[in-house]
């Protein structure tokens, strides 16, 4: 299965897939609004700015698995990281990205592209996959890896 034929849902519920990132390169984030990461929501939306024209898509799927920093969700999350963040690339439905319910788009990503020690399982908030234009996940990047330091590889795959 492609990453394109994963089903997801909107903020608002309504089922899709990825297809219509088909010939972009995409970073999916894991977000959670009250987590210490919750600043790179600026260097993300930094990053959508200055290279969504040229192809670039960035993702966010807000996941409360860690800690329970993520209590928003739907109108009230984007809301709440538009005011607070600037955010204007699209959040998708909470989902889980780890454990026995992990949603199959994280379950893809975590085999293509594991972790440290070639561990699959996502550690904490705003860790980053890369996917090229072609829909093949390239890197994966940890929380700690702030946006700013990913541009050059968004650059090279645009």
Same mark, same amino acid.
């Given at each position: 299965? *492609?990453?394109?034929? =994963?089903?997801? %849902?909107?903020?608002?519920?309504?089922?899709?897939?990825? *297809?219509?990132?088909?010939?972009?390169?995409?970073?999916?984030?894991?977000? %959670? *609004?009250?987590?210490?990461?919750?600043?790179? /929501? &600026?260097?993300?939306?930094?990053?959508?700015?200055?290279?969504?024209?040229?192809?670039?898509?960035?993702?966010?799927?807000?996941?409360?698995?860690?800690?329970?920093?993520?209590?928003?969700? &739907?109108?009230?999350?984007?809301?709440?990281?538009?005011?607070?963040?600037?955010?204007?690339?699209?959040?998708? %439905?909470?989902?889980?990205?780890?454990?026995?319910?992990?949603?199959?788009?994280?379950?893809?990503?975590?085999?293509?592209?594991?972790?440290?020690? &070639?561990?699959? *399982? =996502?550690?904490?908030? /705003?860790?980053?996959?890369?996917?090229?234009?072609?829909?093949?996940?390239?890197?994966? /990047?940890?929380?700690?890896? %702030?946006?700013?330091? =990913?541009?050059?590889?968004?650059?090279?795959?645009?």
């Amino acid at each position: 299965m *492609s990453v394109y034929d =994963i089903p997801v %849902a909107t903020a608002r519920g309504a089922e899709t897939t990825l *297809s219509e990132y088909k010939g972009k390169v995409m970073l999916i984030v894991n977000t %959670a *609004s009250k987590c210490g990461f919750a600043p790179q /929501f &600026g260097g993300l939306q930094k990053l959508h700015e200055a290279y969504a024209d040229q192809g670039l898509a960035v993702l966010a799927f807000p996941s409360n698995q860690f800690a329970n920093q993520e209590p928003l969700e &739907g109108d009230a999350l984007a809301e709440h990281c538009q005011l607070n963040h600037g955010v204007t690339f699209p959040l998708y %439905a909470k989902i889980d990205v780890k454990g026995d319910g992990i949603h199959p788009l994280y379950r893809h990503l975590t085999k293509a592209a594991p972790g440290f020690l &070639g561990l699959r *399982s =996502i550690k904490w908030n /705003f860790t980053k996959f890369l996917v090229d234009r072609n829909g093949q996940v390239v890197k994966r /990047f940890s929380p700690a890896v %702030a946006p700013e330091r =990913i541009e050059a590889h968004i650059r090279k795959l645009l």
